[in-house]
């Protein structure tokens, strides 16, 4: 059955369009009202923000009331609240026990405010925002201003009166018997928390008395964990007192006694990051242990030594570096300890080195820090020529500079040798005649150098020996001999750092060259005394009639010497472990004695023809000489001489 659609009501359509327009309108006022409330509430709070959460007025602490910043009087009043509580301080308590941070403390202001300039910028805009102050209460119109380190200061001088200091268990001596000390449990104030909290007092204006934070200290040792450890490890008993020895050379007068009574105070375990429990002893037994006289007296001061040098690169005023002298605290601990568990009643002290710091005019700057090597030669007997000669040739050697990697020419340090530079005429042998030269005697500036730059551990790059044996120079093989152009003594500087000579002569007439510069850890070693070998005897004394001397008297030019070879090896030990080797080989001439001996001058007379045959009597010859003249000789095959 077909059944027809239905069509709906014209009037009934047309109420439920209106209807719906009419909701439509609603929803839509009511969206619009309900933003333009948001945005208003939104801008007031903005404005409200601004202000410090007020928009005419601002509380001042310590007051019963409020007072608006357009109140005339408004700087003046915060000012002088501000002022009283800098005067009479902030309550604070500690266990319960009120006390009072003063502004001022031991010297030092804790705190105070800064306020003038924001109270008047204030006053002239009316409201009570920093912006330029980030980190300051907006609704207040000061900054406090506290020294975190003297407030720190004052906090643990506070500690002292409130708590006793934390204790682990201990031993204690009692006439030879050791007793367990137990245990005793501290607290102490949480420094860092502290300091926080008044910031924010003083910035908030708080006036009640606040309790500052505390830190339950939690003991690390207990009597029982001390029991089981001694008897694990127990120290010597019959060993006290232990001595502390400032050298090894057992001088009574100069050590340190350490009583019983005095190592148990101080004799503590611990445990350290892996929780192990060690022997120790307290910091304050090596601060009293220090102050002893015997300690400070054998302590030093680091120099840094001055090094001044002229245009020429040659040092005029040098001072030398000394590094300082301390007592080693650590290797000291570490020392006591082990000598009191092994029975060792003898600790001989332990000293470390403080390096020397300085400018650009000390010796430091260069490298220069220590003495590295010395050479030594004797020129007793010289005469005064060669006395002169040598003397000038030590003002030349002492102050040059050498560079790392430079290499030493004495020749060129010494410079022209003549009279116009000062220098006076010494004996020396050309072949077989002597005649005097300019500069005799700086063969000992030469040998000298030579032994320094040995013990030094340097590599040497140029040397010679005298023609024959000199007196001067012993031991044999030692010496080195320099004559203008050629031969030349030289040495390398192969370290790190600059090396400076320091030359000088003693009152013994003993020459001293000293190289400073910085140790690399070389080790230099030869003989003292090298093998001696082939010796060669001297030939006869060759005898000259004078007519210059007095009958009979002698004088001798030269003394007899025998020819000899000398050698021996020069090892340098780097410290990388790789050694370096030099041989030096000396051959020494005989030398013939030379003597004089004078004779009476013959008057002319006539004679007969008998007497024309007979022979004059023989001159008496005497073996006796006279001490030696250093004269040298020009090697063989050469007819240079040596500034001997």
């Keep these: 059955m077909d059944v027809a659609p239905t069509t709906p009501s014209p009037q009934k359509s047309g109420a439920k369009e209106i209807t719906h327009t009419l909701w439509k309108q609603l929803i839509m006022r009511w969206a619009i009202w309900l933003g333009i409330s948001i945005v208003s509430v939104g801008i007031i709070w903005v404005v409200l923000w601004c202000m410090g959460g007020r928009a005419s007025v601002i509380e001042i602490p310590n007051q019963e009331r409020s007072i608006s910043i357009l109140d005339p009087n408004f700087s003046d009043t915060i000012k002088n609240i501000l002022e009283e509580r800098i005067k009479n301080g902030i309550f604070l308590s500690i266990k319960s026990q009120n006390i009072v941070l003063p502004a001022e403390w031991n010297g030092k202001i804790i705190f105070t405010y800064r306020i003038q300039d924001e109270v008047t910028r204030l006053q002239k805009e009316g409201i009570a925002h920093f912006p330029h102050l980030p980190k300051l209460d907006t609704r207040f119109p000061y900054q406090p201003i506290v020294d975190t380190e003297a407030l720190n200061e004052w906090l643990i001088a506070q500690e002292k009166d409130f708590f006793l200091p934390a204790r682990p268990a201990g031993l204690v001596w009692n006439n030879g018997n050791i007793r367990l000390r137990e245990e005793i449990p501290t607290q102490y104030l949480d420094k860092e928390k502290s300091i926080l909290l008044i910031t924010s007092m003083l910035r908030a204006a708080i006036t009640h008395a606040i309790p500052l934070p505390v830190i339950a200290d939690q003991v690390q040792i207990t009597a029982t964990e001390l029991k089981n450890f001694w008897e694990q490890n127990p120290g010597a008993r019959d060993i006290f007192p232990i001595t502390l020895r400032r050298n090894s050379d057992k001088d009574i007068n100069s050590s340190v006694k350490i009583s019983p009574e005095l190592w148990y105070e101080n004799i503590f375990v611990k445990k350290d990051e892996n929780n192990t429990i060690k ?3 307290r910091e304050s037994f090596f601060e009293d242990l220090i102050q002893n006289p015997q300690i400070q007296e054998y302590e030093s001061e680091p120099v840094p030594g001055e090094l001044l040098i002229d245009e020429n690169g040659k040092a005029t005023r040098f001072t030398p570096t000394k590094d300082g002298i301390s007592f080693d605290i650590d290797a000291m601990h570490d020392a006591l300890i082990t000598a009191w568990l092994t029975g060792n009643n003898t600790v001989d002290i332990i000293w470390k080195k403080i390096p020397a710091q300085g400018d650009e005019n000390s010796a430091v700057q260069y490298g220069i820090r220590e003495l590295i090597g010395v050479g030594r030669s004797s020129y007793a007997g010289s005469p005064a020529n060669r006395r002169h000669n040598i003397a000038l040739g030590v003002a030349a050697v002492n102050g040059t500079m050498i560079p790392p990697g430079g290499e030493f020419s004495l020749l060129e340090v010494l410079g022209k040798i003549d009279g116009s530079t000062g220098y006076l005429p010494e004996l020396v042998i050309k072949g077989d005649h002597t005649v005097p030269e300019y500069g005799g005697g700086l063969c000992q500036i030469g040998t000298t150098a030579f032994r320094a730059a040995l013990n030094t551990g340097l590599p040497i790059t ?13 031991p044999i093989g030692t010496d080195a001999t320099i004559y203008n152009p050629s031969p030349d003594f030289k040495f390398r500087n192969d370290t790190a750092h600059w090396i400076v000579f320091r030359a000088y002569s003693t009152k013994s ?3 001293v060259f000293e190289l400073w510069g910085t140790r690399d850890g070389r ?9 001696t070998f082939n010796r060669v005897p001297a030939p006869p004394t060759k005898v000259i009639p004078s007519s210059e001397l007095k009958p009979g008297e002698r004088r001798c030019t030269e003394t007899a010497r025998d020819g000899i070879d000398a050698s021996f090896d020069y090892i340098v030990k780097m410290s990388d472990g790789t050694e370096r080797k030099q041989t030096f ?4 001439r ?7 001996i004078g004779m009476e001058k013959q008057k002319k007379e006539k004679v007969t023809q008998d007497e024309k045959g007979a022979e004059a009597p ?3 010859l005497s073996s006796d000489l006279l001490a030696p003249t250093d004269i040298l000789i ?4 050469s007819s240079r001489p040596g500034l001997n």
């Design 590 to 596: 005989p030398w013939q004695a030379v003597c004089l």
């Design 509 to 511: 007439s003993e020459l």
């Design 462 to 474: 140029a040397r010679r020996n005298h023609s024959f044996v000199v007196r001067y120079y012993e």
């Design 585 to 588: 080989f000396s051959r020494y």
């Design 634 to 637: 020009p090697p063989q095959g």
């Design 523 to 531: 080790e230099a070693t030869y003989p003292a005394v090298p093998r």
């Design 618 to 620: 023989p001159i008496p």
């Design 279 to 281: 022997w120790a002893l």
